[in-house]
C-alpha cells in the first residue's frame, strides 16, 4: 500500500449525471450496482444535493429523502456525501438558522455523512449556521472555497480563507472550481500553501470543461491534496469531473496509489454505460470549451447566454455580452460566477447589451446583490453603479440571515393543517420548494389528480454553473 494514498469521492451518483443530464439519474439505475460500488473502497459518494432535491420531485417522480435512506441502506460501508448552499440550502434564497438546522439534521439522520457546504461569494457568516449544526448532529463538514480568478482572488485570499474555515470548525477545506479555471500549476500551488497553513485534509473539486481536469488533479497530488472528486468514465470528462480509471491507474505504483481496484472499476463502469445511453447526453456537453479561460464565464452559463439572445433575436450581440460579463463582475466587486452570482451578472450584462445603455434597466437581483441582500462582496463595488440601483437605500453589513425571522414552526403549522406534510422531511420539502413539492406531495399520497410530475425526457444540459433558463426576475432555476 502506498505511504499516502490518495483517496477519491466519486460523483457518479450526483454531480456527474448532473452536469452532463440534467441530474436524470433515476433511483431505479443506481440500486442494482450499490453493492459493487459499496466494495470499493471510495473516501466517499457524493450521491445527494445539488440539483438532485429539486429534479427528484419536479422530473423524477421520486421523494429525495426516500432516495436518500435507499441509498444509506445499500451503502453500508461507504462514507454519503451532499451538496448545501450554506444559508440557502439547496433553495434559492436564505433560510431562517431554525430551518437550517432542521435539514442539517435531517440529512443527517436519513444517511448522510459529510456535508459539502459553499457560499456563492465566499462570505464565511454564510456558512457558519450549517457548519455549526452539520457538527451537532454527528456529520462532518467539509467547507468549500468557491474558486475563481480575479484581482482580489489571489493565492493569499484563499489560504486566509481556508485558514477561517479551519477556525470555523470545518473538518476538511475543499477547493471547489466550479469553472474549471484552476490550471495545473495554479493548483500545485495552492494545495502546497494550503497543506503548509491548514491542518485539517484538503479536498480538490474540479471539471473538465477546459480540458486541464485531469492535469490539475495530478498537479494536486504531486502537492500532497488528501482527496480528489472523479467520476466513472460513462458520465466523465466535458463538463462533469476527471475520469475514475485513468487517476487510479496513473497513480498505481506510485508513492499515491489510491488502492482502488480498477476491475470493479471497470465493471461499475460497464453498468453505467448502460444508463448513460438511456439518459442520452448531449454530445455538447463532452467537449472541451477553452472560452471558459478567456471569459470565466461557465460552460452552461455560455449555452444560456446564447439561447437568451436567441430568444431576443439579437444574436449578432452574444461576443458584445461576453465581453460585458467581466465589466459587470467588476462594477459588482468581482463575485465569483456560480449561483445564483452567475444568472445574475450574465443576466445584468445582457440588459446592458441590449437596452443600449449600461444599468439602463436593472433587474431585481443585481439590486439585492449590491445592496448586500446575499452578503459580503468579495472587492471593490463600483458606488455610482450601486447608487444607480438602489438609490439612498441602506447597505445591508450583517449576516443577512441576522434579518430573518424563525420560520420552522410556522411552516409546521401551515403545512400539516393542510394536510401535506406527514413528516418533518416533507415540510423541509415544502419549504424549500413550496410548488414543486405540494404537487409532488400530492401526487405520492395517492391524489391521481394532481398533475404528475413531467417525465424525465431528454434534458437540456444542466451543470454545477448554469440555471436550466436564464432570466431577469426570476431566479428560481438555478442548479448548482
Known amino acids: 500500500m502506498a505511504k499516502n494514498p490518495l483517496k477519491i469521492t466519486d460523483t457518479i451518483l450526483r454531480d456527474a449525471h448532473q452536469s452532463q443530464a440534467a441530474t436524470r439519474m433515476k433511483l431505479e439505475d443506481m440500486v442494482p450496482v450499490l ?51 450554506g444559508q440557502n440550502l439547496l433553495g434559492y434564497r436564505h433560510y431562517a438558522d431554525d430551518v437550517v438546522e432542521a435539514f442539517c439534521k435531517k440529512s443527517i439522520e436519513n444517511g448522510i455523512d459529510i456535508v459539502r457546504i459553499f457560499d456563492a461569494l465566499n462570505d464565511p457568516r454564510n456558512v457558519e449556521a450549517a457548519v455549526k449544526y452539520v457538527k451537532e448532529y454527528g456529520g462532518m463538514a467539509e467547507v468549500a472555497i468557491s474558486y475563481t480568478k480575479s484581482p482580489v482572488h489571489d493565492e493569499d485570499y484563499f489560504v486566509k480563507l481556508a485558514m477561517q474555515l479551519e477556525k470555523m470548525g470545518a473538518d476538511t ?15 500545485y500551488s495552492l494545495v502546497k500553501k494550503l497543506k503548509e497553513n491548514v491542518g485539517v485534509p484538503i479536498h480538490l473539486h474540479t471539471h473538465n470543461t477546459t480540458g486541464t481536469g485531469d492535469m490539475t488533479n495530478l498537479m494536486a497530488a504531486q502537492a500532497g491534496v488528501d482527496i480528489v472528486d472523479c467520476a466513472l468514465s460513462p458520465l466523465a470528462n466535458g463538463t462533469s469531473q476527471p475520469a475514475t480509471e485513468s487517476m487510479v491507474a496513473t497513480l498505481q505504483g506510485t508513492s499515491r496509489d489510491s488502492g482502488l481496484d480498477l476491475t470493479k472499476l471497470s465493471e461499475a463502469a460497464a453498468h453505467f454505460r448502460a444508463v448513460a445511453e438511456k439518459l442520452d447526453v448531449n454530445p455538447k456537453v463532452l467537449k472541451v470549451d477553452t472560452n471558459t479561460l478567456l471569459y470565466q464565464v461557465p460552460g452552461g452559463m455560455l449555452s444560456n447566454l446564447i439561447s437568451q439572445l436567441k430568444q431576443a433575436n439579437a444574436e449578432d450581440k452574444y461576443y458584445d455580452v461576453l465581453a460585458e460579463v467581466p465589466r459587470v463582475r467588476e462594477d459588482f466587486g468581482f463575485p465569483p460566477l456560480v449561483t445564483p452570482t452567475s444568472q445574475i451578472v450574465g443576466s445584468q450584462a445582457v440588459l446592458n447589451v441590449l437596452s443600449g445603455e449600461r444599468y439602463k434597466m436593472i433587474t431585481k ?13 468579495p472587492g471593490k463595488v463600483n458606488e455610482e453603479v450601486r447608487k444607480k440601483a438602489i438609490g439612498d437605500a441602506e447597505v445591508i453589513t450583517c449576516r443577512p440571515a441576522d434579518l430573518l425571522e424563525p420560520e420552522m414552526e410556522k411552516l409546521r403549522a401551515e403545512y400539516t393543517e393542510k394536510g401535506l406534510a406527514h413528516s418533518e422531511e416533507d415540510v423541509l420539502s415544502l419549504a424549500l420548494f413550496p410548488q414543486v413539492a405540494e404537487k409532488f406531495l400530492q401526487w405520492r399520497d395517492g391524489d391521481h389528480s394532481a398533475e404528475k410530475p413531467a417525465p424525465a425526457a431528454a434534458p437540456a444540459k444542466a451543470d454545477d454553473n448554469a440555471p436550466r433558463t436564464l432570466v431577469v426576475e426570476d431566479l428560481t432555476g438555478g442548479n448548482f
Do not use: H
Open 35 to 85: 453493492p459493487l460500488l459499496d466494495s470499493i473502497g471510495y473516501w466517499s459518494l457524493e450521491c445527494w444535493g445539488g440539483a438532485t432535491f429539486d429534479v427528484c420531485m419536479r422530473f423524477l417522480n421520486e421523494d429525495p429523502w426516500e432516495r436518500l435512506r435507499t441509498l444509506k441502506k445499500g451503502l453500508p460501508n461507504t462514507k454519503l456525501q451532499m451538496l448545501l448552499r
Open 365 to 377: 437581483e443585481s439590486k439585492g446583490l449590491l445592496r448586500g441582500e446575499y452578503g459580503q462582496l
Open 173 to 187: 477545506v475543499c477547493i471547489q472550481d466550479m469553472a474549471n479555471l484552476l490550471l495545473p500549476y495554479d493548483a
